[in-house]
């Protein structure tokens, strides 16, 4: 989401003088504009302030650095609440209130919490769970957090999502089935990844493992390839989700992608560079690899059964020709996709 951006340090400010400024700084944002505040102490008091201003309002509240000495928080505007029945504003509150409990759980209490809010899950398709999360997130849990509380309750949603992505029935030209035919060959070579990074340990020297050192330099220029994967989705997918309303989720698939690549930069460095020392090469590519291996592998799920069906749910067909227009402009990983022009016909 674009809009403009309004910085203000508030610690040079009187107290009287503060509201005002940032109440001034509010209205001049549009949708999608941002105000960025640092104060001298936690400002949370202000999501109160800026709720009871205007209760149809919607922001995200996200801070950049939390003190002390020191607090910055980004605050953006966002498109108002979509119209909920009252039977789905109950189940949507519902939904929240699980997700808190979750994450409030104690390590003791987890699996016992997990099984008390199951039934709020089983229904819950990818996009009632986003856009359940994207409240949470305005209302003040960050985006750190909420990716931990990701992981337990897709954990707890694992069987009824991997159903619903398994019916997932797309022609060769969607934008959505490029995906994630692109991240059966990626999941591929992470298997390889581990497969080779193991029989180079097991090798014990440069000399012995020349084939599989040279595999590891072929697998790093692929991960780095793999950036126009997410380039896409980031340039022709995140922008239309925004559009309709969904912000959040975007955000967060985005912190993943600087993630990934600050990782897959570090593993081409890594495997490019000429070590000496065959047990300090192993030590150095160990955690990478391990990292892209869990983390790759985790984040592909979560596009699978989340982000792309929530995505199928919530653009217009005559949409996705536009986002495959993009796409291609764009390019490719893994293989050439079906034309789009051919399948029109």
């Known amino acids: 989401m674009n809009g403009k951006t309004i910085h203000l340090d508030i610690r040079k400010l009187g107290m009287a003088d503060r509201p005002t400024r940032i109440f001034d700084a509010w209205r001049e944002l549009k949708k999608g504009g941002r105000l960025v505040i640092t104060n001298d102490h936690d400002p949370k008091p202000l999501q109160y302030m800026l709720k009871a201003q205007d209760p149809k309002d919607a922001f995200s509240w996200e801070y950049k650095k939390q003190g002390p000495p020191e607090w910055t928080v980004e605050i953006t505007k966002l498109p108002p ?30 699996e016992k919490v997990k099984k008390e809010v199951e039934v709020y899950f089983k229904e819950t398709d990818p996009k009632e769970l986003a856009m359940a999360e994207q409240e949470l997130i305005r209302e003040g849990t960050t985006r750190e957090e909420m990716k931990r509380l990701c992981d337990v309750h897709l954990e707890v949603m694992k069987n009824s999502l991997g159903i619903e992505s398994k019916k997932i029935k797309l022609p060769a030209w969607h934008p959505i089935r490029i995906c994630m035919d692109e991240h059966k060959v990626i999941k591929k070579n992470l298997k390889k990844l581990k497969r080779t990074l193991e ?56 912190e993943d992608h600087v993630e990934f690549l600050a990782k897959k930069k570090e593993f081409y460095n890594t495997v490019m560079a000429e070590y000496k020392d065959f047990k300090k090469f192993v030590d150095a590519i160990t955690p990478i690899i391990e990292f892209l291996a869990k983390n790759l592998d985790e984040h592909i799920y979560k596009e699978d059964n989340i982000l792309y069906p929530m995505s199928l749910k919530t653009l217009e067909k005559n949409e996705w020709k536009e986002v495959r227009k993009k796409f291609d402009a764009i390019g490719y990983c893994c293989f050439a996709p079906a034309d789009l022009k051919k399948e029109k016909r």
């Open 81 to 110: 609440r979509e119209n909920l029945a009252p039977a789905q504003l109950e189940k949507r509150e519902k939904l929240k209130e699980a997700l808190k409990k979750l994450h409030e759980s104690s390590p003791d209490e987890l």
């Open 199 to 254: 029989k180079i340990k097991m090798l014990g020297s440069f000399e012995k493992s020349k084939r599989e050192v040279n595999a590891l330099k072929e697998l790093s220029h692929f991960f780095i390839e793999t950036e126009k994967h997410h380039k896409r989705e980031e340039e022709a997918l995140f922008p239309r989700l925004e559009a309709h309303g969904i912000t959040e989720p975007p955000q967060i698939f985005k």
